[in-house]
């Protein structure tokens, strides 16, 4: 794994304005991978577009770490069910046409 695609948990803390027990609260939650390597904690750069949904969740809306868990669930069952039915009307296209 390199390293230029990771990024230290302790700069998500000072940006996201939490402590790292924060993070480690989403990685017993399942919601987190994080990696580390001589004692440093990182997360993927990968995984920052999800991190900032969590983080609008859980600080502009309130919502518990359970919440976030179900609504993110709820969210890719959303995007599953758009991405069957794009293929399905594509499917039923050809046989229209």
Do not use: W
């Not at 996201?16 to 987190?32: C, R």
């Not at 179900?70 to 050809?94: C, F, G, H, T």
């Amino acid at each position: 794994m390199m390293i230029e695609n990771l990024i230290p948990i302790d700069v998500l803390c000072v940006k996201y304005q939490v402590n790292d027990q924060f993070f480690n609260s989403l990685v017993a939650t399942g919601l987190l991978e994080i990696h580390s390597i001589q004692e440093v904690a990182y997360i993927q750069k990968d995984s920052l577009y999800e991190i900032e949904k969590i983080m609008r969740l859980h600080q502009d809306l309130e919502v518990n770490l359970e919440g976030i868990d179900i609504v993110l669930n709820l969210l890719q069952k959303i995007d599953d069910l758009q991405k069957e039915m794009l293929a399905l009307k594509n499917r039923l296209s050809l046989y229209e046409n």
